[in-house]
């Protein structure tokens, strides 16, 4: 009796947003080795016609473009896709990191980089893509021994509720909406507070800090809810075992 055969998936299909045509040639010779499908575009218009007409797994996005920015080609594509867009720039300040992200951008990879960085980046982006059913309105969200049943409202660790007020909740699942996903402090004040509270960062310190005393086995080293120093914050994606 013949094994049934596995499907076959289809390659995960790349679109490189790349003005400096060395990178380009950099990029498809490693990604392709790894078995990644490439459009190369080096203009934003570009980018945004080649996205549209063939969409893409992932996006590699150039912040310094010839004819728009990379943000702009991140507010033009979030008009219309949810597709994974991870920034790639030799600007590693803060601010452009905030504005990549608060545009839309689901990561930022600094130049230069290592390959094997930018692999596990885009991984990470192709996870959180195809969990997003799972983490709508109705969905479980697990990071260990953490569950949020977003349908109930109901938090538990370890198989034991914890009680968070409402604003609490209204935290974390910001967060779980988008688990490993670094949120701004300005998208999350706006989430959670409200638009005239973007300049209140100190709220969410506090919140954060009640958070964490309550779902954290030690507050002081959190592994479930991060910190991305200056920019904001994040719901890990998995819990690394004691010792890794």
């Known amino acids: 009796m013949t094994e049934p055969k596995e499907p076959i998936r289809p390659p995960v299909l ?46 590699l996005l150039d912040i310094g473009l010839p004819d728009m920015d990379g943000f702009e080609v991140t507010r033009r594509l979030r ?25 839309g951008a689901d990561d930022y990879v600094t130049k230069p980089f290592a390959m094997g960085e930018l692999l596990a980046r ?71 507070w409200g638009p005239s509270y973007t300049s209140q960062h100190h709220y969410l310190r506090v919140y954060m800090a009640q958070l964490r005393h309550k779902l954290e086995r030690n507050p002081s080293r959190p592994q479930l809810l991060l910190t991305e120093p200056g920019v904001g914050y994040r719901l890990a994606e998995t819990i690394k075992a004691e010792g890794e």
């Not at 991984?123 to 990071?143: C, D, I, K, P």
């Not at 988008?178 to 300005?186: A, E, I, Q």
């Open 122 to 192: 885009i991984r990470a982006a192709l996870r959180r893509q195809a969990q997003a059913g799972a983490n709508s309105e109705g969905g479980t969200v697990v990071v260990g021994e953490l569950q949020i049943d977003r349908g109930r409202r109901v938090v538990s660790i370890a198989g034991r509720d914890v009680h968070l007020t409402p604003r609490e909740y209204r935290l974390l699942a910001a967060l779980a909406q988008h688990p490993g996903k670094v949120l701004t402090h300005d998208h999350l004040l706006r989430e959670v």
């Open 79 to 103: 008009e219309w896709s949810t597709v994974p867009i991870i920034v790639l720039s030799a600007r590693g300040q803060e601010g452009d990191k905030i504005r990549a992200l608060d545009a």
């Open 14 to 59: 790349l679109l490189v947003i790349e003005d400096e045509q060395p990178m380009r040639r950099f990029l498809r010779a490693a990604l392709v080795g790894q078995d990644f499908q490439l459009i190369e575009a080096a203009t934003g218009e570009e980018g945004i016609v080649s996205a549209a007409m063939r969409p893409p797994d992932v996006v």
